[in-house]
């Protein structure tokens, strides 16, 4: 194996001195409004963009969406005054469920973003609205982080990490 975890023959390229990749979130590309309405009619793809939503905040977790745009706005900010040698993947999961080694005891189900998922199959009103119908697999995260070092990638895009395309996760 040589360094950077690829074999030879795998069809993956060391791309390190080409290609940076960030791991972001759909929160980048939605805004808050429609992230907690139980219904959207807006269709979000990996082109989609938003303004920075300026504070204050209602919540640590608004806060969070807001850093994620910021993020990714001063990314393309960048791409575009310094034009780098290397291109800028962003890939864009939604919400992301698989399994969850931190928990150890089956109380802790109920904390954090898992208990979003097991609320729907508990019946519970889980509180995350529609972003639950767009979730995507965290091994799938994964490989979309690797497939991106495929050097036919071009760079300076974005990949949205969702299951099922428009339908969501059914």
């Given at each position: 194996?040589?360094?950077?975890?690829?074999?030879?023959?795998?069809?993956?390229?060391?791309?390190?001195?080409?290609?940076?990749?960030?791991?972001?979130?759909?929160?980048?590309?939605?805004?808050?409004?429609?992230?907690?309405?139980?219904?959207?009619?807006?269709v979000?793809?990996?082109?989609?963009?938003?303004?920075?939503?300026?504070?204050?905040?209602?919540?640590?977790?608004?806060?969070?969406?807001?850093?994620?745009?910021?993020?990714?706005?001063?990314?393309?900010?960048?791409?575009?005054?310094?034009?780098?040698?290397?291109?800028?993947?962003?890939?864009?999961?939604?919400?992301?469920?698989?399994?969850?080694?931190?928990?150890?005891?089956?109380?802790?189900?109920?904390?954090?973003?898992?208990?979003?998922?097991?609320?729907?199959?508990?019946g519970?009103?889980?509180?995350?609205?529609?972003?639950?119908?767009?979730?995507?697999?965290?091994?799938?995260?994964?490989?979309?982080?690797?497939?991106?070092?495929?050097p036919?990638?071009?760079?300076?895009?974005?990949?949205?990490?969702v299951?099922?395309?428009?339908?969501?996760?059914?």
């Open positions: 194996m040589k360094e950077g975890g690829f074999t030879p023959g795998d069809g993956v390229q060391d791309r390190r001195d080409e290609t940076d990749i960030t791991t972001s979130s759909v929160l980048a590309i939605t805004p808050w409004e429609d992230f907690i309405a139980k219904e959207s009619d807006t979000f793809d990996d082109t989609y963009h938003i303004p920075f939503p300026a504070g204050p905040y209602q919540s640590a977790f608004e806060a969070y969406a807001a850093s994620k745009v910021a993020a990714l706005l001063a990314t393309k900010e960048f791409v575009t005054e310094k034009h780098p040698e290397w291109g800028v993947i962003n890939i864009l999961p939604s919400f992301v469920v698989g399994d969850n080694e931190m928990i150890t005891e089956a109380d802790k189900i109920n904390s954090g973003t898992v208990s979003a998922t097991f609320a729907q199959v508990l519970r009103d889980s509180r995350w609205r529609a972003v639950l119908g767009s979730s995507v697999r965290v091994g799938d995260v994964a490989k979309l982080h690797v497939e991106a070092l495929v036919k990638i071009e760079g300076n895009q974005s990949f949205l990490g299951l099922d395309g428009e339908r969501g996760t059914v």
